[in-house]
């Protein structure tokens, strides 16, 4: 029901904890010194990453039940936001009023995120599809894409905005090509549900978490696993993030552990010490 900033060469937490949900924090997103934050209990809030103040909020979205995740647009304009309303919404992130609802899902949506440019809204559910849409209309474009069989997880748009990832419960993430909506390689295949994932800035790598607790990368114009020494959790890995300028990765698991992960030389890992959640979000700054 928290949140907390924590210094990443050192290990310890800077501002925080920041109070004012009731439920689970389910996802947070970051722009600039502004925090965006949603939870189970149907609001979202932003706050002010240099003092921990709030500064909007809170809003109640999708007829307050569960916002399941939370994005900003590059330009850091509009919020997005995914609801158990089996909805969508798009917000003005500097007054909090909603400007577009996505309707089309038929089941809770779990996941959104914004194309590069900021035209397109993608968003996974559910009901098992991905769809694409138009941010200025809040129209659906074309069919959803189909395959997954298990709730779409994680979604999100290459840096140049040709492909779409997404990761399920059915163990795969799949890549897909955003204007024919074909697969571009066979599905991905994780040990067990893929529930996160990371695209490194450069759209080269994907990182990605499973139940079982295994992290995995991955080659994104192959499709083919990079070896590496991640070492397992023992628990649910809920959240995986590149930081900025991908040198670093980081992974948060409901074994109680945020590890950070030296992506370029030696793969050394850096545990956070002091955390007890077991379910946790987690995103990088952006560069100073």
Known sequence: MTLRIWDIETGKMVIGPLVGHTNTVRCVAVHGSRIASC????????????????????????????????????????????????????????????????????NWVVCVAFSEDGTYLVSGSRDETVRIWDVASGECIGEPLTGHRGWVRAVCFSPDDKRIFSSSDDRTIRIWDAETRALIVEPLRMDDGVLCMALSPDGKRLVSGSRSGKIAMWDTQTGAEIPTPFKAHTGYVWSVA?????????????????????????????????????RAVLRFSPPL
């Open 242 to 278: 590149f930081s900025p300028d991908g040198r670093m990765i980081a992974s948060a698991s409901e074994d109680k552990t945020i590890a950070l992960w030296d992506a370029t030389d030696d793969w050394k890992r850096w545990d956070i010490d002091n955390y007890v959640t077991t």
């Open 39 to 106: 939870s189970w209990d149907g609001t979202f809030r932003v706050w002010d990453a240099d003092s921990g103040k709030l500064v909007l909020g809170p809003i109640t979205a999708h007829n307050g039940r569960s916002v399941n995740w939370i994005a900003y647009s590059k330009d850091g304009t509009r919020i997005a936001t995914a609801g158990d309303n089996d909805r969508a919404a798009v917000w003005d992130a500097n007054t909090g009023v909603q400007l577009r609802e996505m309707v089309g899902h038929t």
